[in-house]
Structure formats: C-alpha cells, structure tokens
Nanobody, 123 residues
Framework: VQLQASGGGLVQAGGSLRLSCAAS????????MGWFRQIPGKEREFVAVINWNGGTTYYADSVKGRFTISRDDVKNTVYLQMNNLKPEDTALYYCARRNSIVAVTAEDRYDSWGQGTQVTVSS
C-alpha cells in the first residue's frame, strides 16, 4: 500500500491546517490509522490514532483539544485537523496504517508509512 500525505505548509501561530492521507489500496475500513510527527534530531512521536470505524481515538496530551483525527472510508483517507497551532507543533508529520482494526499509540505497531508532510508554525 502507498500512503500519500498532504496538506502541510507554513502557518502563523494560532492558525489551522488540515492534513490528509490517502491509501492507494486495501479495504480501508479494516485498518487502524495514525498520525505521528518528528522534529529533526528527535524521536518520532505519536500524535493521534483512530480505530477501524472511528469509534475510538487517542491523542497525545500536547495536542488534545486542538487536533482532531477522522476518517472517510469512501475516500480511503484519514485526516488530521489541527487548530490553534503552536510553534512547537513544527515537525514532519507522517501517517501510518496498522494491520489491525485496533488503534494503539506505539509507532512500532504500525506497518505502513507515508512519506511525510512538513508543518511549520511561525511565532
């Protein structure tokens, strides 16, 4: 499967962006999906994950109340709506697919990864 992430860009603090990640194949509704991010020189970290039917979501404490993960199984796409962005949200954002319907926060439990989309938040 190929995961194509898009929607990153440069935004001022307090602004919003919506990231999208489209899967090229597979029955999308069979998989949990997630968003992770990485700052240069640091480990990749969990941001948000969603289970197969959207009924369960988990968020990193740092983004709770600001970010929302959602999915559209007709479009084979998972989204990350990011509001009230902060400079510390600046990172390369990756989407990932887990070969399970259950969402977990550990990145090593995800099997397929997209190429990443850069988000830069200026102060």
């Amino acid at each position: 499967v190929q995961l194509q992430a898009s929607g990153g860009g440069l935004v001022q603090a307090g602004g919003s962006l919506r990231l999208s990640c489209a899967a090229s194949e597979g029955i999308f509704s069979r998989y949990a999906m997630g968003w992770f991010r990485q700052i240069p020189g640091k480990e990749r970290e969990f941001v948000a994950v969603i289970n197969w039917n959207g009924g369960t979501t988990y968020y990193a404490d740092s983004v709770k109340g600001r970010f929302t993960i959602s999915r559209d199984d007709v479009k084979n796409t998972v989204y990350l709506q990011m509001n009230n962005l902060k400079p510390e949200d600046t990172a390369l954002y990756y989407c990932a697919r887990r070969n399970s319907i259950v969402a977990v926060t550990a990145e090593d439990r995800y099997d397929s990864w997209g190429q990443g989309t850069q988000v830069t938040v200026s102060s």
